[in-house]
């Protein structure tokens, strides 16, 4: 009873509504259970959640004569409820993360191995890409590993020029017969390694949605940059979607591709979007981003 501010010896000969005035929730409850009503549920007082029943309590006649009731605080334990579904999810997540972003390093370490091993001559660039495959697993896991646990990895944000990551990325993905095309020089204040995560990305849901010969733009505008591509584009009611844990349009597609995407730039402080490019394809406009290689009057 402490916990409304009440007193047991301040219960004596007063009724259940003078006691439960200033609580119209009990009151309502009560009398509910007075009009022969079973009542199991929660309520919140004083930032404490508890556990409540009120069952009538009727003479051998059936008329009903009072209510009985129970309470317990479940405060601590509803508090370890929602920490184990935050985990949870987070795991599953993590699962998603791992599975989906080791792919482009470990098939292009796997593809160099293999034309090392096959070759007649020693080409030491093969295992050049491969040692670099690996760093980029390793990187990946350690950020994933910090995010799991964290909720969010730890960034550290320096002076990336988009250019270059954009070029080096592009080599990490299977691209075929696709092209990029970096139309900008222009320095973004990031964490270097999820900007290669989400350039990554960027690029391989491009050549899945719009096949191995489309041109993949980027460039940039006056609030940041944009990733556009030549492919069939993306409906606009499906603009929101696509960034979803889990959605995909293709049955091979694991959709976690553009929701780890979101997660970025929302840990970043950016914001995307999606329209139509120049092309007819889709073009993703990152915004709010600065630009490190700006003067103040320019920025």
């Known amino acids: 009873m402490e916990s409304i501010g009440i007193k047991p010896n301040q219960l004596v000969g007063t009724s259940v509504f003078d006691v439960y005035s200033s609580r119209p929730e009990i009151c309502e409850l009560v009398t509910r259970s007075l009009d022969g009503e079973s009542i199991e549920t929660t309520l919140k007082i004083n930032n404490e959640i508890f556990e409540v029943w009120y069952e009538p309590i009727r003479e051998p006649s059936g008329n009903i004569r009072g209510v009985t009731g129970?309470?317990?605080?479940?405060?601590?334990?509803?508090?370890?409820?929602?920490?184990?579904?935050?985990?949870?999810?987070?795991?599953?997540?993590?699962?998603?993360?791992?599975?989906?972003?080791?792919r482009s390093p470990l098939t292009v370490a796997m593809?160099?191995?293999?034309?090392a091993q096959h070759s007649s001559e020693h080409k030491p660039e093969l295992l050049e890409e491969v040692?670099?495959?690996?760093?980029?697993?390793?990187?990946?896991?350690?950020?994933l590993l910090?995010?799991?646990?964290?909720?969010?990895?730890?960034?550290?944000?320096?002076p990336v020029a988009l250019d270059e990551v954009a070029n080096m990325?592009?080599?990490?993905?299977?691209?075929?017969d696709a092209t990029l095309c970096v139309e900008t020089d222009i320095h973004i204040n990031a964490d270097y390694s999820r900007m290669e995560q989400l350039l990554e990305n960027m690029f391989r849901n491009a050549i899945e949605h719009g096949g191995n010969s489309i041109t993949?733009?980027?460039?940039?505008?006056?609030?940041?940059?944009?990733?556009?591509?030549s492919g069939p584009g993306i409906v606009e009611?499906?603009?929101?979607?696509?960034?979803?844990?889990g959605y995909s349009t293709r049955r091979s597609g694991t959709g976690f591709g553009l929701a780890i995407?979101?997660?970025i730039v929302d840990a970043f402080g950016w914001e995307v979007s999606i329209t139509e490019s120049e092309t007819g394809g889709a073009q993703f406009n990152f915004s709010k981003v600065k630009h490190s290689n700006l003067s103040e009057e320019q920025r």
């Open 70 to 102: 129970l309470a317990y605080e479940v405060t601590e334990s509803r508090r370890r409820e929602k920490e184990l579904e935050r985990q949870t999810k987070r795991l599953e997540e993590f699962a998603g993360v791992v599975s989906h972003d080791l």
């Open 111 to 115: 593809g160099n191995l293999h034309l």
């Open 131 to 143: 040692d670099q495959a690996h760093l980029r697993m390793r990187a990946l896991i350690d950020d």
């Open 146 to 158: 910090v995010y799991a646990r964290n909720g969010k990895a730890v960034l550290s944000f320096e």
């Open 169 to 176: 990325c592009w080599r990490t993905v299977s691209t075929d």
């Open 216 to 229: 993949v733009t980027v460039g940039e505008h006056d609030d940041g940059f944009y990733i556009a591509d």
């Open 237 to 245: 009611k499906n603009r929101e979607k696509v960034f979803e844990n």
């Open 261 to 263: 995407v979101k997660q």
